[in-house]
C-alpha cells in the first residue's frame, strides 16, 4: 500500500532502524523497488528526483502516477517522496501528485540563504501535511558538478550549526555531510562515525544519509546503530540494471524486444533493493 513517509520513518526510530530510499527513474525502477521490499520484507521510500523529472521532459505526473500506483498494488509498505527539489514550481507541483515528503534542496546557498528558503519550503509543506527534509553541508558528487569535484568528500555538517538550522527551520528530517558521496559506482567511502553520533545527540530530527551507493554494507551497519533513519540510495540500482541489460544484449545480439533485456535489469534492481534493505536492520 501507498503510505506516508512521516509514519515510515517515525516505524524506523522507534524500532532502532532506518528507512531505505531508492531513486525511481523509469517505471521499471518502481517495479523492482516494490518487489525488493516484498522480498525483504520490509517498506521503502520510492523517490524521484528534479533530475529524473527533468529526464521527463519536466512533467512530474506521469512518474508519479506510476510509481504511486506500483506502491497501492504492492503487499509493501511504500512512501513517495520527491527528492533534490532546487525548483520551487516542482516544490509546488509535489502535493496534488500524492507526494507525503520532499527533499528541499537548498545546499548550494549561503547557510542564510538556505535557511531563509528551507524555512518557507517548510512552512509551504507544513500547511499541506508534507514532510520535509532539507540538507545542511554539502553531499558532494551530485548531477551538474564538475567531474573532478564528483567524489569529493564535500563540506562536512557542524553540529552546532545543524541544531541552529533545524531550530530555525522547523525541517522534519536532515540530510547530512559525513563523508558519503553522491553517484560513486564502487563502494569505497568512510564515514565520520564520531560526527555522526555528535549530530544525532545535537539535532531533535532523524537524520539522512545521501550517497548510500558508495558505502560499504559494514559503514551503513554503523551509520544506523548512530542513528541514522534514512539511507538513499539510487545509483547502486543503475549500476545493477546496466550491468545485467549491458551482459543480456551482449549474449543476445539479435533481440529487438525490449521486454527481454528489460527484465533481467529490473531482476538485478530487485536484488541490489532487497540486499540494501537487510542490511537497515527492517
Ligand atoms: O538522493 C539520492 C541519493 O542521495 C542517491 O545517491 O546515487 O549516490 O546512491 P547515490
Ligand atoms: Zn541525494
Known amino acids: 500500500p501507498l503510505v506516508t513517509t512521516a509514519e515510515l520513518i517515525s516505524d524506523a526510530q522507534r524500532a532502532g532502524r532506518a528507512v531505505g530510499a531508492f531513486n525511481v527513474i523509469t517505471l521499471e525502477h518502481a517495479e523492482a523497488i516494490a518487489a525488493g521490499a516484498e522480498e525483504a520484507g520490509a517498506p521503502a521510500i520510492l523517490q524521484i528526483s528534479e533530475n529524473a523529472v527533468k529526464f521527463h521532459g519536466g ?10 500506483a506500483v506502491a497501492r498494488v504492492s503487499s509493501a509498505q511504500l512512501s513517495l517522496h520527491l527528492d533534490h527539489v532546487v525548483s520551487e514550481d516542482l516544490l509546488r507541483a509535489a502535493h496534488p501528485e500524492g507526494f507525503s515528503s520532499v527533499m528541499f534542496d537548498a ?34 558528487g551530485k548531477e551538474g558538478e564538475k567531474p573532478l569535484d564528483a567524489h569529493a568528500p564535500g563540506v562536512r555538517t557542524d553540529p552546532a550549526e545543524a541544531a541552529a538550522y533545524v531550530a530555525e527551520t522547523g525541517v522534519d528530517a536532515l540530510a547530512v555531510a559525513v563523508g558519503s558521496s553522491h553517484a560513486m559506482t564502487e563502494r569505497t567511502a568512510t564515514l565520520d562515525h564520531d560526527l555522526i553520533g555528535r549530530l544525532r545527540d545535537a539535532v531533535p530530527v532523524p537524520l539522512v544519509l545521501h550517497g548510500s551507493s558508495g ?22 540500482l543503475n549500476t545493477a540494471f546496466t550491468g545485467a541489460v549491458r551482459e543480456w544484449l551482449t549474449a543476445n545480439p539479435a533481440a529487438v ?15 541490489t533493493v532487497s540486499r540494501f534493505l537487510r542490511v537497515l536492520g527492517s
Open 59 to 68: 512533467s512530474l505526473a506521469p512518474i508519479a502516477a506510476a510509481a504511486a
Open 215 to 236: 558505502v560499504p554494507d559494514t559503514e551503513i551497519a554503523a551509520a544506523v546503530a548512530s542513528g541514522m533513519r534514512k539511507i538513499n540510495v539510487g545509483t547502486a
Open 257 to 271: 524486444d525490449p521486454r527481454k533485456y528489460t527484465a533481467p535489469g529490473r531482476d538485478a534492481m530487485a536484488g
Open 107 to 140: 545546499s548550494k546557498l549561503t547557510y542564510g540563504d538556505n535557511v531563509k528558503a528551507t524555512a518557507a519550503a517548510v512552512r509551504w509543506g507544513h500547511e499541506r501535511g508534507i514532510y520535509v527534509e532539507a540538507e545542511l553541508g554539502k553531499v558532494g
